[in-house]
């Protein structure tokens, strides 16, 4: 039997994930298939990657993934990485946020964003004894009808009140998402809080349920690999190539044919940068949104419409390694997120070698700071040299830090971030209906059901197995 060929364009976390799923899956349906995956640049992982520099261990994106989502640690068990698996740092477990001209720890009792604790807020002098108050009637107010969609902003303010959203909620949400809380949509972001909002008329009450019935783990919240999650791209693309994937890199797809042989079957072409062009029976773009409208665009204007209706906002991440021994300031706990409403440069900072172990030696302190996002974006613009010396006065203005920094790495992601804008799940709805006519044809990634690491793995796995189950079917 001739193998099924499926293409898959993109090569970051949700398209290598997506490989070796097909592998994997095709082989449990008893199905042969040939897979090759594309990607435009010349190295692999898309926003996940590691530079070392010396003993300098720097990520130029994403520097770990959340234990909570089962998916990644799956990976890395699958991938033979769980021995690299490693939890951020148990004696340097704060966090602050810069609030009224200082920074001010998070309290004890935060779980995932929601507030557990009252007390600790309201001796932490982060909030206001008015703003803990109307954060505690959170236990009072009813659960609102309406099941329309709601924004973050809207449904935080309506459960928590004012200041603990600009104060708390918002600089977290904006380490997440980078964007904009007032046009983010709760349904496609955090549907839990909805469902605790209606289960238990409190999200309050409903986090402390929560905690009761949760699974015992010795892993933190967050967690990284020894040497970076360079690790985990590094292993999936041995492992793709074990399995005998054909790995085209730095070839740019700038077009998407599609043929039909019999009734309810297509061939999909991929045109290459050059004119040359590959065949294939299904098809995956793990793509951007944006990217995957205008290969779209041939087949369904509806489609390429609401793909480029998703919009991405740029960020860039900025290291600085500093001696030690010269350093002056306030490098205390994990780092720092920065409200809105204080205005400044910085989104967060973190400290590095603190938050993580063998980022650095012990002679020097790793700094990262993350800037950009939704409304933030005109210091993009800046040269590198501009924008390093920004970031070091706000880290002055903030915590005190001065000397001159051993090395500097600026990284810049352009329109790297998917916003899951109010109406997210009715676009990808009609994205998917405008669609289904192409049997074997589907999308994966970031843009779609998750930004994370562990949920772009998972969308990965599920569209494998989407598209191997259309292979399986009979044909006429």
């Known amino acids: 039997m001739v193998p099924r060929h499926v293409a898959i364009v993109g090569g970051g976390i949700a398209g290598l994930t997506t490989a070796l799923s097909v592998h994997e899956q095709a082989a449990q349906a008893g199905i042969s298939i040939s897979c090759t995956l594309i990607e435009a640049d010349s190295r692999w992982g898309g926003k996940i990657a590691t530079h070392r520099v010396g003993e300098l261990v720097i990520e130029a994106g994403p520097d770990s993934f959340l234990s909570q989502k089962p998916w990644a640690l799956d990976l890395c068990a699958?991938?033979?990485?769980?021995?690299?698996?490693?939890?951020?740092?148990?004696?340097?477990?704060?966090?602050?946020?810069?609030?009224?001209?200082?920074?001010?720890?998070?309290?004890?009792?935060?779980?995932?964003?929601?507030?557990?604790?009252?007390?600790?807020?309201?001796r932490s002098g982060l909030l206001s004894w008015r703003g803990v108050a109307r954060m505690a009637m959170?236990?009072?107010?009813?659960?609102?009808?309406?099941?329309?969609?709601?924004?973050?902003?809207?449904f935080f303010r309506?459960?928590?009140?004012?200041?603990?959203?600009?104060?708390?909620?918002?600089?977290?949400?904006?380490?997440?998402?980078?964007g904009d809380a007032?046009?983010?949509?709760?349904?496609?972001?955090?549907?839990?809080?909805?469902e605790l909002e209606r289960q238990y008329g409190s999200l309050i009450r409903g986090m402390l349920a929560g905690r009761k019935?949760?699974?015992?783990?010795?892993?933190?919240?967050?967690?990284?690999?020894?040497?970076?999650?360079?690790?985990?791209?590094?292993?999936?693309?041995?492992?793709?190539?074990?399995?005998?994937?054909?790995?085209?890199?730095?070839?740019?797809?700038?077009?998407?044919?599609?043929?039909?042989?019999?009734?309810?079957?297509?061939t999909y072409d991929l045109v290459f940068e050059g004119g040359s062009a590959l065949s294939a029976d299904a098809v995956v773009l793990a793509t951007p949104a944006f990217v995957s409208a205008?290969?779209?665009?041939?087949?369904?204007?509806?489609?390429?419409e609401m793909l480029g209706a998703i919009p991405y906002v740029s960020t860039a991440t900025i290291s600085l390694a500093y001696e030690t021994g010269s350093l002056q300031g306030d490098v205390?706990?994990?780092?720092?997120?920065?409200?809105?409403?204080?205005?400044?440069?910085?989104?967060?900072?973190?400290?590095?070698?603190?938050?993580?172990?063998?980022?650095?030696?012990?002679?020097?302190?790793?700094?990262?700071?993350?800037?950009?996002?939704?409304?933030?974006?005109?210091?993009?613009?800046d040269d590198d040299e501009t924008l390093v010396r920004r970031v070091r006065e706000e880290l002055h203005r903030i915590t005190g830090i001065t000397g001159e920094p051993a090395y500097v790495e600026v990284n810049r992601?352009?329109?790297?971030?998917?916003?899951?804008?109010?109406?997210?799940?009715?676009?990808?709805?009609?994205?998917?209906?405008?669609?289904?006519?192409?049997?074997?044809?589907?999308?994966?990634?970031?843009?779609?059901?998750?930004?994370?690491?562990?949920?772009?793995?998972r969308d990965g796995s599920e569209t494998a197995a989407a598209v191997i189950r259309y292979l399986a079917e009979p044909r006429a």
């Not at 800037?371 to 005109?378: A, D, H």
Request: positive net charge.
């Open 78 to 122: 699958k991938l033979g990485l769980t021995d690299r698996l490693m939890n951020t740092n148990d004696f340097q477990k704060r966090t602050f946020v810069f609030s009224r001209g200082r920074l001010r720890e998070l309290p004890e009792g935060l779980v995932v964003i929601v507030p557990t604790k009252l007390g600790p807020f309201l």
């Open 294 to 304: 205008e290969l779209l665009r041939p087949l369904s204007q509806t489609a390429a």
């Open 413 to 457: 992601w352009e329109r790297a971030m998917p916003q899951y804008t109010l109406g997210h799940l009715e676009r990808l709805e009609l994205i998917r209906s405008s669609l289904s006519r192409y049997q074997g044809l589907a999308l994966t990634g970031a843009g779609y059901r998750g930004i994370g690491i562990p949920d772009c793995i």
């Open 332 to 381: 205390s706990g994990f780092g720092f997120v920065v409200p809105k409403a204080e205005g400044g440069d910085l989104l967060a900072a973190t400290w590095t070698s603190s938050k993580w172990p063998h980022r650095a030696p012990a002679s020097q302190t790793l700094i990262r700071c993350y800037v950009g996002g939704k409304g933030r974006e005109n210091l993009l613009q």
């Open 158 to 178: 309506r459960r928590l009140g004012r200041e603990a959203f600009e104060r708390v909620i918002e600089p977290l949400m904006a380490g997440i998402y980078a």
């Open 213 to 266: 019935t949760a699974k015992m783990t010795d892993r933190t919240m967050f967690v990284t690999l020894r040497g970076g999650l360079g690790e985990m791209v590094d292993a999936l693309v041995l492992r793709l190539k074990e399995a005998g994937t054909t790995l085209l890199d730095a070839r740019q797809v700038i077009a998407l044919r599609v043929r039909s042989g019999r009734l309810g079957t297509w």
């Open 138 to 154: 959170d236990l009072m107010l009813p659960a609102k009808r309406s099941t329309g969609d709601e924004s973050l902003a809207s």
């Open 182 to 194: 007032d046009e983010i949509s709760l349904r496609a972001t955090f549907p839990r809080f909805l």
